[in-house]
């Protein structure tokens, strides 16, 4: 039992212990959609108050970019399915002194190879790839590959999408292969890859990997990959000013890249567009780029309305999942100073982290040479954050986890709250009526096989009335806190102590109990 997936709210106390709960008898409750409701946020506020604090997120924004030497900085702000606020200040030109809007256009890096990777769904959604496909099916070459081993797989899509195919890490040199044209990207794998592990067994970051991806992108959709993200993804969420070739974006939008050095901004070139541009080449705005956090944070909470966006909503839900584990740090620190630990896995092009409280963070990195950037969205808190910089490597993470750890705090934000189900509704109610004296409990049909078996009923009574000695009177029981839609927990407050009450659910429709744990909580 994971109890940090608990919600962490106040119990309302609300049933009195005694009260006979109306309950018809071992009914069923079969899940179907109509059943279902998703978790919703409860605060009807949350939207003023993340507004209320935005003057505080701006000075962190701004603080950041004066420390790191930034030239010029843009970020956005995403709420609940829109672009609550951006801004930008300083230079995209310093030669020119052109300002920072939230309309300029950022080389975003690899924050790219998600857009990748959903074209790569929505081609296997349509039946033309299979991620378990060998390379070797849409890249010949790959049949010439020497592997480590004699008794080592063969890379398939999925390694390439999860940095597991094998080869190593490569940021300092494929940040130099942007413009390398698909004629130099073959020649490359007919002359031999050098690798560094065994396909399948360890992450390994790896920029050549997604130039690889971009290459079964052309070759199955029978467009350049370019053309095939900007048809059936960017146009269709209206990013209609976002680029691939940096000669195609209008000089008073285009973001120069910089470095720090010798105490002055030193203009970094623009690499053209190629063939590793599925790796890091996408160009965009602020205000474009939210519309796709937007796709990202409304994947959530599954649920059943229509579902009309360029790629399957459980696609995007999928890309999102931690498919290869990458680190963990329990000394992990936000900038504020508070330690939390914190472990890190790869999606779909997408990174995932969850810290220990919870909280579950999905987005990307950014860095070349001249640009650094970086977005997360909070799937279960429904705000998303966005930054670009236009000085080389610079790390956005560290203002991210800065700005969205004050943001919860300041806004008192909470995740989405999910419903009792009906069946998890009844079952607590027929607990209520059994306890403490478990009377005809091994007759009242609500318990799975396994569960007197596993603890006949004279030991649960013996447990149970101690803990009811301990608690005293028994004032109320609190609403139930539902973990999914067959698990949950609930208060027993008595005057002494309370009783935290858990039950799980089986598999079985009607659904029955097959684990019940009782524990005591001091007042």
């Not at 010949?140 to 080869?167: C, N, W």
């Not at 208060?491 to 684990?515: H, S, Y």
Request: net charge neutral; hydrophobic share 40%.
């Amino acid at each position: 039992m994971d109890k940090l997936l608990f919600p962490l709210i106040l119990l309302a106390l609300t049933t009195v212990y005694g009260q006979k709960v109306p309950v018809q008898e071992n009914a069923s409750y079969p899940l179907n959609t109509t059943d279902y409701r998703p978790p919703a946020f409860t605060d009807p506020d949350r939207i003023r108050k993340i507004e209320a604090a935005i003057p505080t997120i701006e000075k962190l924004y701004r603080d950041f970019a004066a420390a790191n030497h930034v030239p010029g900085m843009a970020f956005g702000i995403v709420v609940d399915g829109r672009l609550i606020h951006a801004n930008g200040f300083g230079y995209t030109d310093v030669a020119q002194k052109t300002p920072v809007t939230p309309k300029s256009l950022f080389r975003i890096a690899s924050m790219t190879k998600s857009l990748t990777m959903m074209a790569i769904l929505k081609l296997r959604d349509e039946g033309k790839l299979r991620l378990d496909d060998p390379v070797q099916q849409y890249i010949p070459e790959m049949k010439q590959m020497k592997y480590l081993t004699s008794d080592a797989p063969l890379i398939t899509v999925r390694h390439l999408m999860t940095h597991s195919a094998g080869f190593p890490e490569d940021n300092p040199w494929g940040d130099r292969q942007l413009a390398d044209t698909d004629a130099e990207l073959i020649n490359l794998i007919k002359g031999g890859i050098s690798t560094s592990n065994v396909p399948g067994v360890a992450y390994e970051y790896s920029n050549l990997g997604f130039a690889m991806l971009g290459d079964i992108i052309n070759k199955v959709s029978g467009k350049p990959y370019q053309q095939y993200i900007t048809e059936t993804i960017l146009k269709p969420l209206g990013m209609n000013d976002t680029q691939w070739e940096y000669t195609r974006v209008p000089a008073n939008q285009l973001a120069h890249g910089y470095r720090w050095e010798d105490n002055q901004w030193k203009e970094e070139p623009l690499l053209h567009d190629g063939s590793y541009g599925a790796m890091g080449g996408l160009i965009t705005s602020i205000e474009d780029f939210s519309k796709y956090m937007v796709l990202h944070m409304m994947a959530w909470p599954p649920r059943s309305d229509a579902d009309n966006g360029p790629v399957k909503r459980s696609s995007v839900r999928e890309m999102q999942q931690p498919w290869v584990f990458s680190s963990m740090n329990p000394q992990f620190k936000y900038p504020g100073g508070r330690v939390c630990t914190m472990v890190s896995a790869y999606g779909y092009g997408l990174r995932w982290s969850r810290d220990c409280q919870a909280r579950v963070y999905v987005g990307h990195t950014g860095g070349l040479p001249g640009f650094g950037s970086q977005w997360w969205v909070l799937p279960e808190y429904g705000i998303g954050v966005v930054t670009y910089n236009n000085l080389t490597y610079t790390s956005g993470s560290t203002v991210n986890w800065a700005v969205v750890d004050t943001l919860i705090a300041l806004a008192g934000l909470k995740p989405r709250q999910l419903p009792v189900s009906p069946v998890l509704a009844q079952r607590k109610a027929e607990l209520i009526q059994l306890l403490p004296d478990w009377a005809n409990g091994e007759r009242s049909n609500i318990f799975a096989e396994n569960f007197f078996p596993d603890q006949s009923v004279a030991l649960r009574r013996k447990a149970v009335q101690a803990l009811y000695a301990k608690a005293g009177k028994i004032l109320q029981v609190g609403e139930l806190v539902p973990e999914n839609q067959l698990r949950g927990h609930f208060l027993i407050e008595g005057e002494k102590a309370n009783i935290d009450v858990f039950f799980t659910l089986t598999p079985e429709n009607p659904a029955l109990i097959q684990q019940l744990d009782f524990r005591e909580v001091p007042k």
